[in-house]
């Protein structure tokens, strides 16, 4: 049992360039999301979902588009990376009356 | 925003109980408490939640006050593993639609 995980656990991009975030679950959780954390801050919503082909945004969406075509699986794509994208990012996932599980991160340098 | 206030950081001796507060004045009756911890570089991990008992399990206890306006979050030994930013935050329980809303935290600090 894996739990949450995440691909790439890091990764370079430069300006502009596009990429997608994989997070994948094995615990059959409705609901997913994504998450940033810059330096010395805390989480910061992007996206989330409560079901298989539904989103919705977060607290910080723009730059960023999602898809839950799937119910193990969480998308975050940015389409065009820009330097203030820098951050590490964490998918987390639940269902109701359990607590979120989380992976451990993506970190995203856009040069 | 979050809906919770913690100091930004504590110490604590190792084998001491670690005692984190938190204020959450506006808690609504359907919210829980709930406390994570984020280890350096590692995404954050489940520790405890409660309604209005106190709760106890293998990593710590939750005592909330009788006005559910604060609760505290006691490792009651703590080690240097124990080092970590843990939150507390506020959330109806049934409510996948609601995600968790973070705030910085409060910083332990284990020392020996």
């Known amino acids: 049992n894996a739990g949450v995980t995440q691909t790439p656990k890091f990764r370079v991009l430069k300006t502009g360039q596009s990429m997608t975030l994989l997070c994948a679950q094995d615990?059959?959780?409705?609901?997913m999301y994504w998450y940033r954390q810059d330096p010395g801050m805390g989480l910061r919503l992007i996206h989330y979902?409560?079901?298989?082909?539904?989103?919705a945004k977060g607290e910080v969406p723009d730059g960023y588009n999602v898809s839950r075509l799937k119910k193990q699986n969480f998308l975050l794509g940015l389409e065009s990376a820009a330097p203030s994208q820098t951050s590490v990012y964490f998918c987390?996932?639940?269902?109701?009356?359990?607590?979120?599980?989380f992976g451990n991160g993506t970190r995203l340098t856009v040069t | 925003d979050a809906k919770t206030t913690q100091p930004p950081s504590m110490d604590c001796a190792e084998g001491r109980a670690a005692n984190l507060p938190c204020n959450h004045s506006t808690i609504s009756g359907n919210e829980y408490v709930y406390w994570y911890r984020q280890i350096h570089s590692q995404g954050p991990q489940y520790i405890i939640h409660?309604?209005?008992n106190n709760e106890t399990n293998e990593m710590a206890s939750l005592i909330i006050t009788e006005d559910r306006k604060s609760s505290t979050l006691i490792l009651p030994h703590a080690t240097l593993r124990d080092t970590a930013v843990y939150y507390c935050i506020v959330r109806v329980v049934n409510s996948g639609n609601t995600p968790l809303v973070f705030g910085k935290g409060t910083r332990l600090s284990v020392i020996a």
């Open positions: 979902s409560v079901g298989e082909g539904t989103t």
């Open positions: 409660g309604l209005k």
């Open positions: 615990m059959n959780h409705e609901y």
């Open positions: 987390a996932s639940s269902s109701d009356r359990r607590p979120l599980h």
